[in-house]
């Protein structure tokens, strides 16, 4: 999964491009220290390559989330909640979280249950798409051998 701040700000494409990846790297940080998000997913972040195919050291374009099964969407909305509200009022409106999985995207803007409620939907239909490639894990009784195997010699 991967998570950005999105900035909707009029102006220059560029200028937002690059407001949008401090914000995404501002809230990178502000992730990893969430003890109820940080526990529970492995938080990176995937920078912007150069024009030369090189890695950029300075902007960040998505944050990975690799999440365990204790992680919570409700905890993720409030983290950018809290996140947006420590930003200054000129960003706070426009610094809106953007999830995307596949062809999945989410966008939460204010926080508000029915913002839980789609994200915790979106990770379900990552765990639900997860484990349909997985194969199955095997049950104790498949690992004893059938009746019949060990009268083979007889």
Do not use: C
Not at 9 to 29: I, N, V
Not at 67 to 79: D, I
Not at 113 to 136: F, G
């Amino acid at each position: 999964m991967f998570v950005r701040i999105g900035s909707d700000r009029a102006g220059h494409h560029s200028q937002d491009e690059d407001e949008a990846a401090h914000l995404t790297a501002d809230f990178a940080h502000w992730l990893t220290e969430d003890r109820k998000v940080s526990l529970h997913a492995e938080i990176r972040r995937i920078r912007r390559q150069a024009a030369d195919g090189a890695m950029s050291s300075a902007l960040v374009e998505w944050i990975s989330l690799a999440v365990t099964s204790g992680f919570s969407a409700t905890a993720l909305v409030y983290a950018h909640k809290t996140f947006r509200a420590s930003l200054p009022q000129h960003l706070r409106a426009s610094a809106r979280m953007v999830i995307q999985h596949g062809d999945v995207s989410v966008v939460v803007e204010n926080g508000t249950e029915e913002d839980v409620a789609r994200v915790a939907q979106a990770l379900s239909a990552l765990e639900t798409a997860r484990r349909s490639i997985e194969p199955p894990e095997p049950s104790a009784a498949d690992s004893r051998p059938s009746p019949s195997a060990g009268n083979a010699g007889s």
